[in-house]
């Protein structure tokens, strides 16, 4: 059985790699920051010999071991953030598959999340959350987070706040409802 999945795995990757985001586009904007983490990494990071008596440690391999990306777009320049906002409005219209799954308004930030169902109400196969809105320091800020694979929403908030994500602290909010 473990060899028929690795098999898989490596008949489908090559088509995973190649598939590209309707956000990529950003990535080669100049007043956009990005951080692109492919599945690629995530094979590797699940190769790294931590400690399997550590269950913190196996609950995070668990989760990155179901992930097929993470990709993350920021911007402070006005004009990128309305080519930003507007796609999410394509992407969100063009896609009856996503539901919105929570909003919070906090501190002159809107932030959305929107998910792809999985396999049970635990689970997703992409969760995409959109922020806009104002920084502490009064600067305009806008994020396109979108997270693709088998994603666990009680586990997610932990690798967003990880990856130190605008806006991702409030999954911890998502997580603490769902484990209600």
């Known amino acids: ?10 008949l489908v990757t090559p088509l995973l790699i190649n598939a590209q985001s309707v956000f990529d586009k950003f990535e080669d904007e100049n007043d956009v920051s990005s951080v692109v983490v492919t599945s690629e990494m995530f094979k590797l990071l699940s190769k790294m010999d931590l400690s ?11 989760l990155i071991n179901n992930l097929k990306d993470i990709k993350i777009f920021t911007t402070k320049n006005v004009n990128v953030a ?9 992407y969100l219209s063009g896609s009856s598959k996503l539901v919105e799954l929570m909003r919070v308004k906090d501190k ?15 689970h997703v196969r992409e969760l995409l959350m959109h922020l806009t809105g104002i920084e502490d320091n009064g600067e305009p800020m806008t994020v396109i987070m979108s997270i693709t694979g088998n994603i666990d929403l009680k586990k997610i908030s932990k690798l967003t706040k990880d990856l130190n994500v605008p806006g991702g602290e409030n999954l911890k909010k998502l997580e603490d409802k769902k484990a209600n």
Do not use: C, H, W
Not at 3 to 10: A, E, Q, S, V
Not at 108 to 122: L, P
């Open 1 to 10: 059985m473990k060899k028929l999945i690795i098999l898989i795995t490596l």
């Open 52 to 62: 399997s008596d550590d269950p913190e440690a196996q609950e995070y391999l668990d």
């Open 82 to 90: 309305k080519k930003m906002n507007d796609e999410v409005s394509n």
């Open 108 to 122: 002159g930030q809107n932030i959305k999340f929107y998910v792809k169902r999985g396999s049970d109400e635990n």
